[in-house]
T-cell receptor, first 112, second 110 residues
Framework: DAGITQSPRHKVTETGTPVTLRCHQT?????MYWYRQDPGHGLRLIHY???????DKGEVSDGYSVSRSKTEDFLLTLESATSSQTSVYFC???????????FGSGTRLTVV | RKEVEQDPGPFNVPEGATVAFNCTYS??????FFWYRQDCRKEPKLLMS???SGNEDGRFTAQLNRASQYISLLIRDSKLSDSATYLC???????????FGKGTTLSVSS
């Protein structure tokens, strides 16, 4: 959907380097989420935000930090990338979690 | 017990077949349930919400059994375009985030 975009779409980075992924929405939705998807694990929640500057940890938050300084942007940072963080990262948005999410197209991150 | 469990499949069916997917969830307090569809190398997309009374959307029927903590998805008259992975989804206890099953893969052949 045009209302949510992720950047970059693909990235290859070296172990130990910092990486920031961006999620941008034009829907003015309150909630934003970062998930990672890996074979055999499905989608797992990393962090989410329920408002500007309001964030909470998910199931697999170790090694990741997030920031939301304005409604439309939710940034995911890997402070020092490791090979175990090679994954597909999806951002999602919703105004109300009980109605489901809309996902971005994903970012494919490879850490070498 | 994992929070959301699904049979991973794959389910291989011919066009026109009826196929059913099942899912169990561990949190009896969950209030919202969904089925998402994910095509290969694409993002998940909401297929349908699941309501207590059961609901239907064209060829798709979703059922919820709260007593057994069980959700199902029935696809009738399968089409080639139904080939995808189907994700069973449950809201977390706080009502703030969705928990996804690992998905069931469906392959419809002609």
């Amino acid at each position: 959907d045009a209302g949510i975009t992720q950047s970059p779409r693909h990235k290859v980075t070296e172990t130990g380097t910092p990486v920031t992924l961006r999620c941008h929405q034009t829907e003015n939705h309150r909630y934003m989420y970062w998930y990672r998807q890996d074979p055999g694990h499905g989608l797992r929640l990393i962090h989410y935000s329920y408002g500007v500057k309001d964030t909470d940890k998910g199931e697999v938050s170790d090694g990741y930090s997030v920031s939301r300084s304005k409604t439309e942007d939710f940034l995911l940072t890997l402070e020092s990338a490791t090979s175990s963080q090679t994954s597909v990262y999806f951002c999602a948005i919703t105004e109300n979690p009980t109605t489901g999410y809309t996902f971005g197209s994903g970012t494919r991150l490879t850490v070498v | 017990r994992k929070e959301v469990e699904q049979d991973p499949g794959p389910f291989n069916v011919p066009e026109g077949a009826t196929v059913a997917f099942n899912c169990t969830y561990s949190n009896s307090a969950s209030q919202s349930f969904f089925w998402y569809r994910q095509d290969c190398r694409k993002e998940p997309k909401l297929l349908m919400s699941v309501y207590s009374s059961g609901n239907e959307d064209g060829r798709f029927t979703a059922q919820l059994n709260r007593a057994s903590q069980y959700i199902s998805l029935l696809i009738r008259d399968s089409k080639l375009s139904d080939s995808a992975t189907y994700l069973c989804v449950v809201i977390n206890q706080a009502g703030t985030a969705l928990i996804f099953g690992k998905g069931t893969t469906l392959s419809v052949s002609s």
